[in-house]
């Protein structure tokens, strides 16, 4: 079967932004204007087409990144023949308990469309949405959302962006009107206006620009050629000689800038508007193609060699798995990105982490909740596949005669933990079931099961993550469960260093056990994880031996010496040690790993680590006082305080410990009018007193407090 649209013409882009942005409702304006739908959905009526959960519909938040494709032929603005684009968009969430989607999306994304709230300018998950693009090279454009409303500024806006994201970010249109009076756009590099009498007219009169605004718009269009002709010389020689650029050299200068991921093209707008017709030219003239982003490299698992697959159909099939999905009519899918190559229904692929061959039965291209089941995919689609058996997320999928691995995707860890019981005898075995499912969708969704208190402890990244995930086993699974109070997923670290030895030896009746080792212990740098290094020479210890100590030293570390938390940031370095010809075994020395370990966390400076949120409070200045005041009581660091329109905004580090129930507070100290957002940021050492009531407090919680 030929492929349909040439890779050329393909785009791959997400939707990024803080919650309320308006991702979502640019995303329906999209469908709108491409003819997919015929009614722009409201979020807040819970009619919109990729918030199909029932939690999203209730809450009017994205909780889960959504798939669709649509296709666009550039209208307005056209950069070389007029083509018909296929563009596979991922509307992700802008809640920071789900930033985990915005992670995994941008992972296989080869352009985003960064939304701002006009009237708010810069939140704190735009940064980091803005954070995360920026580590997997995407390049992006910017549209600043609900400009047409009261409080909705373009400029102020932009200056934001300016100020706390990056001075490459330039308009390449300007609007017409303030507020509610916004009626189209200048776009700077044809010196047209674009007007229309309603946001949902499909059609834009195309005319003069307005006598107000010709010097304003003359002045950003010099500004926007002198930016972008810096990425190619010929224009750069041209532009510096006094010539001036054609249109098409203009467009194809702001593509390369825009490319070159250092320069971010502005546009702006109401988010359901006809002016998304603006911003799906820009996303296909401007956003790069499979080709444009280039080769994607991973290593022979075998040889370790590195390996290069280039985005063509021609090349051995490459893919990686990106999201996992439990689908009510289906059952499993794994979303993944065809970097080369292409797949047929029925033919077989390597899952490359697991080794394993797998069957493709069904594939099929998302719509949002709807499936269309297709007969072959080709280099840079998007596509789901059905019921795979032991695929997961950051899987790499290929040729079985061409093994490849990617680089899987590296996830947040966890920072609070609810302890989880089923309220009956028949959702015991339900629930065991429901979790698993819902892990392996949700990489930073993680079960535990705590020996001393016989719970089943649920970790994720927020309250509201949490409660989303009990919520989705209540409706999608039918298990009932007790939930407990929140607690903080402390770690332990070391700060010294130490040696220390392990010695298991168990005399019975026959044949013994005997395990030795010696290990030298010292902290790593911060983040870089557990280490472990075998200096064994000379056979004082049987190879077959090290990696059962390695596998005791790691088991060891997943429960600390001072109140039972993950030990984190370490190096060991396994150095001497002794063995027995008959009585040794692989179970003795990983028991001997596993002491010397605790040994030596206890003889290095153990401490107690905390997550730390970075907090952002708006307030009207009548509570700026009480809420200063409170933060600093929970032991945060005041960081900067500014203003944002008529209110207040304080930017804080608060331990994650003193911000339970911090909703309910804040609304009572400022009469409701006082919101705040909050994420992970890095972990720190807790105050020695605070310390001590932690490690005394530690298991106190039993299975019969649950859900009190």
């Known amino acids: ?99 985990v989607e915005v992670e995994r999306s941008l992972r ?55 100020r706390r994201l990056s001075p490459h970010a330039h308009p390449i ?64 020689e041209k532009y510096l000689n006094g010539q001036e650029l054609n249109e098409q050299e203009f467009l194809t200068a702001i593509r390369k800038a825009t490319q070159s991921g250092k320069f971010y093209p502005v546009l702006g707008g109401d988010g359901r508007g006809i002016v998304v017709q603006t911003l799906l030219d820009a996303v296909a003239n401007f ?20 390996l290069v697959r280039k985005p063509s159909d021609s090349e051995p099939f490459t893919a990686l798995a990106f999201k996992i999905a439990t689908d009510p009519f289906v059952g499993k899918l794994a979303f993944f990105r065809v970097y080369s190559g292409t797949l047929t229904a029925g033919s077989y692929i390597l899952n490359t982490r697991s080794t394993n061959k797998e069957r493709v039965g069904r594939v099929v291209r998302m719509h949002a909740d709807e ?37 899987a995707i590296k996830f947040p860890e966890p920072v609070i933990s609810v302890a989880i019981e089923p309220k009956t005898k028949a959702d015991q075995e339900k629930m065991g079931l429901a979790l698993q499912k819902l892990s392996e969708e949700d990489p930073t969704f993680k079960i535990k099961s705590d020996e001393e208190t016989q719970q089943t402890l649920i970790s994720g990244m927020g309250e509201l ?42 005399q019975t009746g026959g044949r013994g056990q005997y395990g030795h ?49 993950p030990v984190i940031d370490w190096k060991v370095t396994l150095t001497d040690g002794s063995y027995h010809e008959v009585d040794s075994s692989e179970i003795a020395f990983k028991i001997a790993g596993s002491m010397a370990f605790q040994d030596a966390v206890r003889r290095a400076q153990p401490i107690l680590l905390e997550p ?16 200063i005041g409170d933060l600093n009581a929970k032991r945060g660091k005041i960081l900067e305080m500014s203003d944002r329109g008529n209110v207040k905004v304080v930017d804080a580090e608060v331990p994650l410990a003193e911000m339970f129930g911090y909703a309910t507070q804040i609304r009572s100290m400022s009469q409701g009018q006082a919101s705040y957002t909050m994420e992970f940021h890095h972990y720190e050492e807790v105050p020695k007193n605070v310390a001590e009531k932690i490690i005394e407090g530690t298991g106190k919680i039993r299975v019969g407090q649950v859900g009190k």
Request: aromatic share 8%; net charge negative; with cysteine.
């Open 517 to 565: 080792v010696v290990i030298n212990l010292e902290a790593n740098e911060p983040g870089k994880g557990a280490e472990f290094i075998n200096e064994i020479v000379g056979g004082t210890i049987p190879k077959e031996y090290i990696n059962p100590i390695e596998k005791g030293i790691r088991e060891a570390a997943d429960r600390g010496v001072l109140a039972g938390f």
């Open 612 to 627: 730390i949120m970075k907090v952002e409070v708006i307030t009207p200045e009548t509570s700026l006082g009480d809420v």
């Open 173 to 236: 249109q300007i609007p017409i009107g303030f507020e509610k009076d916004v009626s189209g756009v200048v776009d700077l590099v044809t010196m047209k206006s674009y007007i229309y009498k309603q946001y949902t007219d499909k059609e834009f009169t195309v005319g003069e620009i307005p006598d107000d605004l010709v010097e304003k718009a003359k002045a950003w269009r010099h500004k926007l050629m002198e930016k972008v002709v810096e990425s190619d010389d010929a224009f750069m």
């Open 371 to 407: 499936r269309e089941d297709i007969k072959e995919v080709f280099a840079g689609d998007i596509a789901a596949l059905v019921g795979p058996k032991e695929t997961f997320t950051g899987d790499t999928l290929c040729d079985l005669e061409h093994p490849i691995l990617l680089e």
């Open 287 to 306: 956003l790069p193609s499979p080709i444009d982003r280039g080769d994607v490299k991973g290593i022979n698992p075998k040889t370790k060699e590195e």
């Open 1 to 99: 079967m030929p492929r349909e649209y040439p890779i050329e013409s393909t785009r791959n882009i997400g939707i990024i932004a803080h919650i309320d942005a308006g991702k979502t409702t640019v995303t329906e304006g999209i469908l709108y204007n491409t003819g997919l739908i015929h009614k722009i959905g409201s979020v807040h009526e819970g009619e919109t087409v990729t918030d199909w959960m029932e939690q999203e519909r209730e809450r009017g938040i994205t909780i889960t990144a959504a798939a669709v494709t649509c296709y666009w032929t550039p209208k307005l603005i056209k950069l070389g023949a007029e083509t018909k684009h296929k563009i596979n968009i991922i509307d992700t969430p802008g809640h920071v308990d789900f930033t």
């Open 108 to 162: 296989v994304l080869d352009g985003a469309v960064v939304i701002f709230d006009g009237k708010m300018g810069v939140e704190p998950q735009s940064e980091t949405v803005w954070r995360q693009a920026d580590k997997y090279h995407v390049p992006r454009m910017c549209f600043i959302n609900k400009i047409n409303q009261t409080g909705g500024d373009f400029y102020k806006s932009l200056d934001a962006i300016h």
């Open 465 to 506: 993550h949490l409660e989303i995930l009990v919520d989705r086993m209540k409706r999608e699974f039918k298990v009932e469960a007790n939930v407990g109070r929140p607690q903080v997923a402390y770690k332990e670290t070391i700060k010294g260093k130490s040696e220390a030895e392990g010695k298991y030896i168990r």
